[in-house]
C-alpha cells in the first residue's frame, strides 16, 4: 500500500471506503519534509529535519459525517481507519448542510501557480544564515543579548481525492530566517526581531539585512516612556497593521456569519472603508505564501476584491457555510487532515494607497506609532477592541521618544471607517497591509 503513488492511494482508499458502507467520502494526503538550524551567543543550539506523512480521511453515511486521520500506513492500519471512520460516522449527528462538491461544481483545471522551489539548502548553509544573522544583530551598538537566530525550509506536498470525481495535488515550498536580540541592561532591557520568509530561496532577504534590523529594533526601544492616556491618531506599521486584516478575516468568515456571531454579520454591500480603500485575497499570486489552485473541497479557486471601494463585496464562504446561508461557496475551504473543511481567506492584503507613510504622519501634534501589539481583548461578536501595545511617540509630525505598556481602545467599525493606508504595501506573508493611520483611539498609559 505505501509504495503506491499518492493519486492511487487514495483512490484505492476511497473505492474501500464506498465498498465498507460509506455513501461518500474524501481523503488527504499531505507530505513534508522541513529543516531548520538554530544557534545562541555565535554557537549552534539545534539541527532538526523531519520527514511525515500524515492522511486523513472524511466518510458520509447519509448527511452524517467523521474525519479520522493516521500517519501509519502499515499492515492492517487503512483498513482499521476506515471501519473507524464509518463507525463513527453513523453515530454522528446529522448535519443537513455537510456532502461534497457536486460534480459540476469541482475544478476540472486550474491554474500552476509559482509556488514550488526544489532548491534544498544544505545544513551548512542555514547554519551559515543563522549565524550571519545573529553575528550582524549583536554588533548593533547597545545590544548586550541574543535570544537566538533560526533558519529554515520546508516544503508540503498536497494530495485531494474525493468519491465526487474530484483529484489533485499541489506543492508548495518555505523558506525562513529569524533573529531576536536584547538590548539595555539590568531593569532597562528590550527586546525586538525581525524574520524573512519566502516562498523561492532566491527571494529571501539578507541575512544580515535582516540581523541589522533586528537589533536596530531593540536599541530604538530603550528607555520607553509612558505617555498619559489620551485620544490620539493611531499609526501601525505593516507588520502590527497585519493584525487588522485579521480581524476582517475573521469576521467575515462564513462560521461566524452563519452562527450569527460577527459584527458584520448585517454588513453585506455596507460602506466599511473610505471609497479608496480596496482589500483582496488572491489564491493565484505567484510565490505567494497561501497560493493553491483548488480549495479543500476541489472547487477551483479564484482572486476575489473582498473589499471594493470601501464596500463589503462577499463572504468567506466553504460549501456547508455557503448551503447554510442560501449562497454559492468562494472556493475558500481549507483543512487538515484532522478536521472538516472549514472557510479561509488565501493571500490577503490591502491595496497601497497614495502617500507615503511620512505625509500620514506629518500633521499629527501628538500620536502614538505602533511597531508591536500584545494581549488581546478584541470581541468580534460586537466588534469592541483593546489591545496592549508597544512603540513610538508622535509629536509635531516626527516619530520621537518610544513608548511602552500601552494599550489601544476602540470599535472595530468605527477603526475601519477612519483608517487611511500608506503606499508602502509588501507582498511578504499571506496577510499583508501598508502603514495604516486610524483616527481617534483611545490610549491607555498613565493616569
Known amino acids: 500500500m505505501t509504495d503506491l503513488s499518492p493519486h492511487d492511494l487514495l483512490a484505492d482508499l476511497l473505492a474501500r471506503a464506498k465498498r465498507a458502507g460509506a455513501d461518500a467520502a474524501d481523503a488527504i494526503l499531505a507530505q513534508g519534509v522541513s529543516q531548520s538550524v538554530s544557534q545562541r551567543l555565535g554557537k549552534p543550539e539545534a539541527v532538526e529535519r523531519s520527514e511525515g506523512k500524515d492522511l486523513g480521511l472524511r466518510v458520509f453515511v447519509g448527511r452524517r459525517q467523521a474525519v479520522v486521520s493516521t500517519t501509519d500506513f502499515k499492515g492492517d492500519a487503512l483498513d482499521d481507519m476506515i471501519e473507524r471512520a464509518i463507525a463513527m460516522a453513523k453515530v454522528a449527528p446529522e448535519d443537513p448542510y455537510a456532502g461534497l462538491a457536486e460534480p459540476s461544481q469541482i475544478a476540472g483545471d486550474w491554474p500552476q501557480i509559482e509556488m514550488f522551489d526544489p532548491t534544498e539548502p544544505s545544513a551548512e548553509t542555514l547554519v551559515e544564515r543563522a549565524r550571519a544573522a545573529e553575528d550582524a544583530a549583536r554588533a548593533v551598538a547597545g545590544v548586550t543579548n541574543s535570544e537566538g537566530a533560526e533558519a529554515g525550509y520546508g516544503v508540503t506536498d498536497v494530495t485531494l481525492a474525493a468519491t465526487n470525481g474530484f483529484t489533485g495535488a499541489y506543492k508548495r515550498s518555505s523558506y525562513s530566517l529569524g533573529v531576536s536580540v536584547i538590548a539595555g541592561t539590568g531593569q532597562?532591557?528590550?527586546?525586538?526581531?525581525?524574520?524573512?520568509?519566502?516562498?523561492?530561496?532566491?527571494?529571501?532577504?539578507?541575512?544580515?539585512?535582516?540581523?541589522?534590523?533586528?537589533?536596530?529594533?531593540?536599541?530604538?526601544?530603550?528607555?520607553?516612556?509612558?505617555?498619559?492616556?489620551?485620544?490620539?491618531p493611531v499609526v501601525m506599521e505593516p507588520r502590527a497593521a497585519r493584525s487588522m486584516l485579521g480581524y476582517l478575516a475573521s469576521a467575515i468568515s462564513g462560521s461566524a456569519i452563519a452562527r450569527g456571531t460577527s459584527f458584520l454579520k448585517d454588513?453585506?454591500?455596507?460602506?466599511?472603508?473610505?471609497?479608496?480603500?480596496?482589500?483582496?485575497?488572491?489564491?493565484h499570486r505567484p510565490r505567494g505564501f497561501r497560493s493553491k489552485p483548488f480549495d479543500a473541497e476541489g472547487l477551483a479557486t479564484r482572486p476575489r476584491a473582498v473589499i471594493d471601494g470601501g464596500r463589503l463585496t462577499s463572504w468567506t464562504l466553504d460549501l456547508a457555510t455557503a448551503r447554510q446561508l442560501g449562497l454559492e461557496s468562494t472556493a475558500s475551504a481549507a483543512r487538515g487532515t484532522g478536521g472538516t473543511p472549514g472557510p479561509s481567506v488565501s493571500n490577503f492584503y490591502m491595496a497601497a494607497g497614495s502617500v507615503s507613510p511620512q505625509e500620514l504622519i506629518k500633521d499629527i501634534e501628538s500620536g502614538f506609532f505602533v511597531t508591536e501589539m500584545m494581549g488581546t481583548s478584541v470581541n468580534l461578536v460586537t466588534g469592541d477592541y483593546s489591545r496592549g501595545a508597544a512603540g513610538y511617540w508622535i509629536e509635531n509630525g516626527e516619530i520621537t521618544f518610544p513608548v511602552s505598556e500601552m494599550t489601544i481602545g476602540g470599535h472595530l467599525k468605527e477603526m475601519f471607517a477612519s483608517l487611511v493606508a500608506a503606499d508602502d504595501l509588501e507582498l511578504k506573508y499571506g496577510m499583508d497591509s501598508p502603514t495604516l493611520r486610524i483616527e481617534g483611539l483611545l490610549v491607555g498609559g498613565e493616569g
Open 267 to 283: 454588513s453585506m454591500d455596507a460602506q466599511l472603508f473610505r471609497p479608496e480603500i480596496q482589500i483582496h485575497d488572491d489564491p
Open 188 to 232: 532597562k532591557m528590550e527586546r525586538d526581531y525581525d524574520y524573512s520568509a519566502k516562498v523561492f530561496d532566491a527571494d529571501l532577504e539578507d541575512p544580515a539585512a535582516v540581523g541589522r534590523r533586528a537589533g536596530e529594533r531593540a536599541v530604538r526601544r530603550l528607555n520607553p516612556r509612558r505617555p498619559k492616556t489620551c485620544r490620539v
